[in-house]
């Protein structure tokens, strides 16, 4: 596989723990916290599933510290994550075409002159080019690469192209056993580049330009929890007051929206084989998490210590 293909697919799919970052404020704490590796059991399944909350452009080498999961991986027959990637080039021409500018918008529409000015400015400092080499991309692209490129030069030891997800897809693939997305590549292209309006992209992506001391304490905290396992801090962390708030709509688009979806495919999926189920650690906590949804319908969620 070609490796600048890899990262460019692979830091687009991740980037999107950043906006459930700072949007899925839940309330409240979760007991289902202090572990990212949960085991589902119960309500008639036969064998055993487990669900593992990752950080999508964590290195794959943390999983050496993490109690249980290599086990419990190998001892799967189905391996679930929140988008197959089956076909790179395929999911890279879908992020692509949804990325790109409608051919009568520009981002003088989207800006007012002063704002464009600061934003060209801010933009020329951090990737050497302006606005102008973005032309034909929507706001909401320009943001993704913004942060993935920040975070990589704030934690220059966390390779995209070696994430925690795409490692475990890759090794279901080698074992030959089958590997399912929750959700197609269309599903998250949709929530993050058609949601919302250009104009709303381009406003959120002015406002994390201008709030870059923000962005790194957000950064370094929720990597703090996510290695302490601490979802219920996770939960509250991303329930503060934000510099750059999504709407209450979004909010539940990227969040709430997708659990409830995920939540009515994993009873059969389960059902069918025993399955290691990867999706992100913040779709994992409080009240409107998969973990508290998985016990609703009946399971037993058990936290894998060891």
């Known amino acids: 596989m070609n490796k600048q293909l890899k990262i460019f697919v692979t830091t687009l799919l991740g980037v999107l723990v950043f906006f459930v970052f700072d949007a899925s404020a839940q309330g409240g704490s979760s007991e289902k916290t202090g572990a990212l590796l949960w085991k589902i059991s119960g309500n008639g399944l036969q064998h055993s599933s ?16 993490v109690a249980g999961v290599k086990r419990v991986f190998a001892e799967s027959r ?8 089956h076909d790179m080039v395929a999911v890279a021409g879908e992020l692509q ?3 790109m500018m409608p051919q009568d918008s520009t981002w003088q529409m989207l800006l007012s002159e002063e704002d464009y000015r600061f934003m060209d400015e801010q933009l020329t400092v951090f990737f050497g080019v302006g606005l102008h080499a973005f032309a034909t991309f929507k706001p909401a692209m320009v943001s993704m690469n913004y942060t993935v490129m920040f ?25 030959e056993i089958p590997v399912v997305g929750l959700e197609t590549v269309h599903d ?13 992209q381009a406003a959120d992506l002015l406002c994390t330009l201008k709030n870059t001391e923000y962005t790194i304490y957000s950064a370094h905290k929720l990597n703090q929890l996510y290695r302490s396992a601490d979802l219920t801090a996770m939960s509250a962390l991303v329930s503060q007051e934000s510099p750059c708030p999504m709407s209450a709509e979004q909010e539940a ?17 389960m059902a069918e084989k025993p399955s ?21 319908l009946g399971y037993t969620v058990t936290a894998v210590q060891e």
């Open 188 to 200: 998250q292209t949709s929530v993050l580049f058609e949601f919302s309006s250009l104009r709303r």
């Open 151 to 175: 975070f990589m030069r704030t934690f220059p030891e966390m390779n995209p192209a070696e994430s925690i997800d795409l490692l475990f897809q890759q090794q279901a693939v080698e074992r």
């Open 276 to 296: 290691f189920i990867a999706v992100g650690a913040l779709h994992l906590a409080g009240e409107a998490g998969i973990l508290t949804g998985l016990e609703k």
């Open 97 to 99: 075409r949804a990325s």
């Open 253 to 269: 688009a990227i969040n709430d929206e997708r659990n409830r979806r995920w939540l009515k495919k994993l009873p059969a999926l």
């Open 50 to 65: 487990y669900v593992f909350g990752t950080h999508h452009l964590f290195p794959s080498s943390f999983l050496d510290s």
């Open 78 to 85: 189905q391996m679930v994550g929140e988008v197959a990637m």
